[in-house]
């Protein structure tokens, strides 16, 4: 730093300040498991967070099929993003849709226009479903990833109960009681146990031309037994948990078709065809687009 070569009689020479350096500038897309995580890790001086995301919430993925079969509320599993990091000095909660990524510029642009720069970037914005090149079938077959599809998919449920009692031909009727569900992981298990709780249990009394406790529930998976992903003790323990509980377990059988009155699937003894007005889809996931 360059000071005056001659200062006044009586003047003081000026205190040499540090120059400050600009903070580390960290944006995070997705406010999910692994954005808050990253975001809480980065509470720390000399960094500078931006955590953006299109929904101004972080969602409890785990429990939305909860949601989807009616037993707590939307509000129980969402919590906003801002409250969570209230007390997070350095960070800042953005809601917006990023839509395109400069890695030049290193600067991230949201729909609504704006534009923010970073130094590091981190990318959480989790997955979406996958229907294996068959996307066509996801208007008769939703998944379960976010707070709209748990609500659809609730619609759809107690509607099926509905539509059965309206009608008076045992076939539609069995049609409507039939639920499929694709894909035996967590979510796929956990749905159907609580269909079945719903079925045997919550709707048990609530109806005078139907019977709940008579409801199928089917869960088809391409692998021989449910939570294939785990070991062996929690894949027995699991087939026998749904035996309990009257879920009818379909393995080694691949979905070949679906449609709005049920799905084909190939068995190890063959072709089979399930009529349900009701399907779900657990099977596969995939990243996101971004």
């Known amino acids: 730093m360059n000071f005056p070569k001659r200062l006044a009689a009586g003047a003081r020479q000026p205190m040499a300040l540090p120059l400050q350096s600009q903070p580390h ?4 897309i997705g406010g999910g498991f692994g954005g808050l995580a990253a975001a809480r890790h980065l509470n720390r001086r000399g960094i500078q967070v931006t955590l953006l995301d299109k929904r101004n919430f972080h ?6 099929y909860q949601v989807a079969t009616g037993e707590l509320s939307p509000a129980n599993i969402a919590s906003p993003l801002r409250a969570i990091l209230r007390h997070q000095r350095n960070t800042q909660v953005l809601c917006g849709e990023v839509t395109e990524i400069d890695l030049e510029q290193k600067q991230v642009r949201i729909r609504e226009g704006e534009s923010y720069a970073y130094d590091s970037l981190i990318i959480a914005t989790g997955a979406t479903h996958s229907y294996f090149g068959n996307d066509q079938w996801e208007p008769h077959a939703p998944g379960l990833k976010t707070i709209e599809d748990a609500t659809l998919i609730r ?4 509607s099926a109960f509905e539509e059965a009692e309206r009608s008076s031909d045992p076939k539609v009727q069995r049609q409507y009681l039939t639920f499929v569900i694709v894909g035996a992981g967590p ?3 956990e749905m159907a146990g609580a269909l079945s709780e719903v079925a ?3 709707l048990k009394h609530d109806f005078r031309t139907i019977d709940p406790e008579t409801a199928r529930i089917v869960l088809v998976e391409a692998g021989a037994s ?10 027995d323990r699991a087939r026998q948990a749904l035996s309990r509980l009257r879920v009818e377990f379909m393995g080694q059988s691949r979905v070949t078709e679906v449609d709005a009155e049920g799905v084909d699937v190939h068995t190890p003894a063959g072709p089979l065809r399930i009529e349900a007005k009701t399907v779900l889809w657990s099977a596969g996931v995939a990243a996101s687009p971004l």
């Open 25 to 28: 500038r960290v944006v995070i």
């Open 59 to 64: 969602l409890f993925q785990p429990l939305l």
């Open 155 to 158: 619609k759809r449920l107690l």
């Open 187 to 189: 979510t796929g298990v």
């Open 200 to 202: 045997h249990h919550t």
């Open 226 to 235: 449910p939570l294939g992903v785990y070991n062996a003790r929690l894949q």
